[in-house]
């Protein structure tokens, strides 16, 4: 058994900070204008190189977490620096790395850059730390901070409406996260009390034993946060003024990452640590999505704003996401993961390219642009493109993760995969009916002198196109790191809550995996705790 | 060589991805020929892999081949997997075969427009997903197949995307085609729910599985999708809007390739429709109501394309009848000789439009017989190959499908042969108003031309109507000889014969109509006599005037008010309850419901008042959150505890 040397996930984390601090403390005066922005760029770059690093240190096939760095941080309180990836994070740190720096690089800011680049090099840090962390305080400190850069970067170099943007986002996902500190701290104590050990480390407060009432109550406190930052319906209302008064590189950050830590909170804390609240819950939640789907569709039907109408589309999108998360079998939840993925970069292209579209014109209006395509046909093509995955076309990205949580959410909850599916008709309509209006038509004068991409954005949006078709055409790597990692999920929901699970359905089992792994004892106390006899075990306590 | 029937796909991918690259620069025509040769050359495999199967004995012959595993998740499996039969190969040939002709013919009809490049690189597209349809070895492969037609199919139709008509229209067929979608996903997710398994031969294998309940509706729900791909009806008025496209597009796509794969994946599910009688009757059904309504309004369009557009309405409402009837090997009869007949109409009329400089009225046309010699003598065939005169293919293969039907299901074929009349009628009013009768056309009497906004041939003719040049008319000349001579495929035995080679995919699933031969010749005098009647008929009202308001009823010239029923029942109402969502839902009750909360802790204490820095206040407003949460929390505790 080899150690992990090197501390990659720390490093993923420290990278962007000290960048952060670097660029802060550099005064502007002593340097030439670009040093900074350049700085963040390089620093975004060394970023994705650990990244690609952890990527292919990654071994496939193996569920638990990798890369464990685990040290004591405030030992009385028992918070522990305690950091590990497993298939669920991975692509979202790898859709971290890859997306700062195509936003730093396509949508730079107009005036202060020391400022801008510090604060966004602290939000990939903070969102590294979210990603990556295991323990429950760090994680929630992480999660926190990432408020702090984008509240700034909102208000700081926003639209017309910034600062109520800014202020409603800020207090609305604070509000939020005031529920999940106060279930982080219950949730300890009550383990405390049940095994004398203070700690906030989710491999150990995984077996946590809870009563129903504990856990539907912690439940709901966890998901408050994370259904408000994702956002689920219905709290979905701050996003529309956030991404579309947010400048453009706020908006990518925000809807293609930052929305991710929500979904990304349900699977990793409410399931592992209320596995018996999700199931018992799962049809309200599975509600919520499937009425954000079809609601968040319709809404954006009827924008005449490019923002906002793909802030809704987006509200649609992380339905789906929470739909296959919340079907709770293999299926539903490796295709909400990887969706997460696919809905990161497609929402990011477009995102980027309607902020190149306001450079050009001023505006993201829908009826103020028209025949766009005439002018600008690469623009219009990559457009064109990134609006099909959305769709959800085969042969793109977008279609495999869909096709996965519908398939996965129609096998355990059939009439909620039907109205999801039904859905679909409706993205079509919103994105066909909005491309239309934008690109097709006879320009007038004004949009005829719309310029086509430069080179320099083409290349930019190239990586992104890449990796939507590739991972439409051929996703299997990706699958073969998610699956193992969601199957240990499932088996550990499946085995807390007593549910039988059909021979011909039950997941094929990551158990192949050498259970000490890279020194992880925990992964081992976690296979171990799901013997059949453990659920009956912990009723029996609770009672 | 069985294992190349990859490249089959892959040559015109490979063209796709070389226009897409240096399209531009290859430019006008050499981007043409590219596409044409990459299709060509993809017929080429086809017939070679053909030669192959032929060579592998008649029962067991077929071919998988598995590319890559495509989506793995835990015992969802799905590969990229080909799978080569006689089904397939006939769809195969027939599209690749008529794919190279359009394009041939593409590079003359679409000479001079500034998009030429581009428009190859959809259909190379096109042709290369419709592969990937008709050689899946699963349905989620077909379904790539099936969304990739769909969507090359909104870029041709709205390929001319400046005018707001074609913009619309392509909009219009990709929606109805998603609707029909839902129904073919929630078939997939069916059958997968029930065999775990995507891969028709496996799940034919596992069909007791499925249960009788369950398979009607899996075939139900495949017949949704295929009614929003094939145009049948509830969902058929997008095709008449789709002829907005490029006339080659409507040969290729809206008619010989595309629309029918909603008939080539009927078939291939044959073990699951015959397990379901009662879905193959209403599949039966549709197809014969198809079939009827769209000839009637056929019968009353003014537009050549939408009359054709109809038309093929009408006969894939036919395929569908003698699907529902189990004449499996007839549906396919009837598909490829349309693919020939109709593919050569579109190409005709395109080749009016081409001549008559973008005039698509046909009340504007007349006696061009004699300026368009050759468009006029290959129409003429394809006229009377779809009017189902003897001894033309449709003849033999509209007569094969009327034969099951009255063995079937005898009041559907009264339906049947009652639209039989109507197609012999409407195509022949067609062809009296384009080819006979007097000169209509604008600049006949010296008037104006019509406007040539488009025109993508502004080469300097005179307004004069002119014969297209060879590139047009070879491929119509070849498409005309095989619609003559299709009928072959109807002589059981010969080398030619059509259930020889595709019967035994479908075993003892086929319906057998067991008619005496007496009843066999009865029934084909009386289809003959009808063609030729209505053929008569149509042509004396419609050569000799233009103008019958009799026969031209606003109902059927309004497709039956379809679109307006439509707009009223979803159209409006929905974009109601959209606004409705957007204007008061959300910002109203959602959002006031937000803003009234923090409305509420605003208004209760004087720390919360308004200050510049905003976030020291808001850890304020956090910290009583999480008061009273945890307070609520040690009561429920303590009561619940």
Redo the contacts between chains.
Sequence with gaps: MTAVTFPYLTSLVLVPAVGAAVVAIVPKKAVATWFHEALGIVVTVVTLAVAAAVLVVFKSGVGSYQMVSDHNWATGLGIHWSLGIDGISLFLVVLTAVLFPLTMLGARARRDTRSFVAWVLLLESACMGSFVSLDLILFFLFFELTLVPSYFLIGGWGFARRGYAAIKFFVYTFAGSAFLLVGIVAIAFIHQSQTGVLTFELPALMHTHLSGTEGVLLFCAFTAAFAVKAPIFPFHTWSPDAYSEAPTAGAILLVAIMAKLGTYGIIRFDLNLFPQASRTLAPILLTLATIGIVYGALVACAQRDLKRLLAYSSLAQIGFIALGTFALNSQGLSGGVLQMVNHGLVIATLFILVGWIYERRRTWQIGSLKGLQSPAPVLAGVFTLAMMASIGVPGLNGFVGEFLILIGTFVAHRWWAVVATAGVVIAAVYLLWGYQQVFHGEPTEEDAATADLTINQRLIVAPLIVLIVLLGVFPKPVLDRITPSVNRLVIHVDQVTNTPVPADLRPAVAAKAPCSLNGVHVSCSVLASVSPGAPTALKGASK | MLHLTYLIILLPLVGFGILLAAGRRLGDPAAGWLATIAVGASFVVSVGVYLSLLGVDAPVRSYGQNL?????????QVHAGLYVDPLSMTMVLFITGISSLIHLYSIGYMKGDKDFPKFFLYMNLFVASMLILVLGSNL?VT??GW??VG?CS?WLV?FW????SA??A??KA??YN??G??GF??A???V??KV?TFDYQAIFANIDKIGSANITAICLLLLVGVMGKSAQIPLFPWLADAMEGPTPVSALIHAATMVTAGVYLLCRVNPLLHASPSAELTIAIVGAATAFVAATIACAQQDIKKVLAYSTVSQLGYMFLAIGCGAYTAAIFLMVAHAFFKGLLFLGAGSVIHGLHDEQDLKRMGNLRAYLPITFITFAIGWLCIAAVPPLSGFWAKGDILDNTWAAHPALWAVGIVTAALTAYYMSRLTGLAFFGKDRWAGADGGPTPDAAYAHHADGHSSEPHESPWIMTVPLWILSFFAAVAGVMAISGSRFSLANWVDPVFGANLFHNNLSSSALWVLAVVDGVVAVLFVLIGLRLWSTRSERPALEASFLRGAWYINELYDTVFGRP??R???F???V???KI??GA?NGV?GAFRGSGSLLRRTQT??VR??L???M??AV??LG?ML??MW?G
């Design positions: 890559w595993t495509w989506i793995p998740v835990d015992r969802l989620l379904f790539v969304e990739g969507t909104y709205s995307f400046t005018r707001d913009a619309s392509g909009k990709f929606v998603r609707i979608d839902v996903l929630l997939i997710f069916l997968w729910s775990h929905s974009e309850l959209a606004a969502c957007a204007d839902v959300d910002p959602i959002d937000v923090a905003g976030y808001n850890y407003v956090g910290i959150f999480g949460v945890i929390f429920t505790r619940w």
